[in-house]
């Protein structure tokens, strides 16, 4: 018998594995499938702060009911049917920018009866009169704020585009934040050459995204006593131990349910437990972080030296 549990943002998991946020938490059927196949967790996908007006947490406009899964009533009532229908943890979602009253509707998903709250700090700066430290100030207040009303413990969603994260991360927790998520996946706009226009475009991930979660994780996780989450770049065993290995407590998969299944939660929890048992562990308490930074018999590896070490090691 192995033990793939986990203790993520306080919460007792029976493993890492969570469904992230996606099109599937409108059908509480498909979500209560994921939880029979071995999902440990259900994350919402997020409210935006461009859905609730500024002092109207309990409203929405046509835009709102035109471009999003949920208004924000409807987004409440969610939450309360998956608590209803399951047994795992819901984890609630907000998007947004700035520090405005769209903060408010981080209680009412607490009085919902959501598990915890993701904080997605999705922002891309175009300003050039904003420094980085008014960025990051701006991105503080909004945690201070939602922590501050809530009762349940707040994960930060982050990009991997902050100046200096090591230092940004650890400002995190002391405002609050009792987990950090790496990272957003940003989608970066298309240009089409026939209309002469720039086009959104979606892709899914790939394990090819992992590494940079990997690195950051590792850094991050031997210097910070809070919880870490993975999400991008996840789609089978090797991925999900490898994030667990540099120090993740959750891990986040999207894309993969999406292509092949809920199917692939069973699969990959019993691929990690063949993982174990033929290296004589018997949890995975015991091999979390053990190649983070921190504990790294190679520090170099996550560090300048090894950018050097694969530019040189390209055969001419």
Known sequence: ????????????LESPLILGASPLVADVDAVRRAEEAGASAVVMRSLFEEQIPPGDAEGYTAFDRADFTFAPVEYLEQIRKLKTALRIPVIGS???TTSYGWTAYAALIDQAGADALELNLYRVETDFDRSADVVEDEALEIVRQVVAATRIPVAVKLSPFFTSL????????????????????????????????????????????????LRWLAILSGRLETSFAVTGGVHNAEDALK??????????????????????????RREIAEWLEARGYHSLDQVRGTLNLARSSDPAAYERANYLHVLHSWPP
């Open 1 to 12: 018998m192995f033990d793939l549990s986990t203790t993520y943002l306080g919460l007792e």
């Open 166 to 213: 090591p230092h940004f991360t650890r400002r995190l927790v002391g405002a609050g934040a009792r987990g950090v998520v790496l990272f957003n996946r940003f989608y970066q706009p298309d240009v089409d050459l026939k209309r002469l226009e720039v086009e959104p475009k979606l892709s899914l991930s790939a394990s090819a995204e992992l590494p940079l979660r």
């Open 243 to 268: 994030a667990i290995l540099v120090g993740a407590h959750g891990v986040q998969l999207v894309s993969e349910v999406l292509q092949n299944g809920v199917g692939c939660f069973g699969r990959i």
């Open 94 to 96: 907000l998007n947004g």
